[in-house]
């Protein structure tokens, strides 16, 4: 008995048009009128149809970290508005981020004021409350934190909200769909 011979599985043809195809019927369609919806592509890369949403999470007590983030959070926005992109860009503050939210020097507490704070608080607040006002940047502080030090509601920045638990917000909000973003 003869052994069998097979011959290989690969083809060059098979293989060319397997990738020629659908670029022929996608050059099809366009010359043909067929139009698709812009929002395919952006719902295709995870947000679907509504609008961006994104959380930042602010719990540490560098301002050099503080002014990265602000830096991103208004490269975001700027992007989505002239890309006509409806957005939902919240701020969550906890722990140390409860620094970013007052003038109050918050002595006494793990969260006091330092040098490098002081240095460089008007600027972030400034950019900060054009975030906010500008942009529609949703700042949101955890009640817990803001207890624990004993800071009465009339000491927080105007315009920011108050949650019960701020690392229960951003669970709550992720489980929402909203994306997740810590600077590093």
């Given at each position: ?17 397997r ?8 050059v099809?369609?366009?010359a043909a ?17 509504g ?7 602010a719990d ?17 926005v ?25 003038d ?23 950019r ?5 006002n ?12 803001r207890?624990?030090?004993?800071l009465?509601k ?8 108050s ?22």
């Amino acid at each position: 008995m003869q052994p069998r011979v097979t011959k290989p599985t690969f083809s060059l043809g098979r293989a060319l048009r397997r990738l020629v195809a659908p670029v022929a019927i996608t050059v099809v369609l366009a010359a043909a009128g067929a139009v698709l919806p812009a929002h395919t592509a952006v719902a295709e890369e995870g947000f679907g149809d509504g609008p961006a949403k994104v959380v930042y999470h602010a719990d540490f007590k560098d301002p050099r970290r503080f002014s990265s983030m602000l830096t991103s959070i208004y490269n975001m926005v700027t992007t989505y508005q002239n890309d006509l992109r409806d957005y939902d860009v919240r701020v969550v503050f906890n722990s140390y981020g409860i620094r970013f939210l007052t003038d109050d020097e918050l002595e006494g507490t793990p969260f006091e004021t330092d040098a490098a704070l002081k240095e460089r608080r008007e600027d972030l607040k400034g950019r900060l409350m054009s975030l906010q006002n500008t942009y529609d940047v949703k700042l949101e502080l955890c009640d817990i934190t803001r207890e624990e030090v004993g800071l009465p509601k009339d000491k927080v920045y105007k315009g920011v909200e108050s949650v019960e638990s701020g690392v229960v917000e951003v669970a709550e909000l992720a489980s929402k769909g909203f994306a997740y973003i810590k600077i590093e």
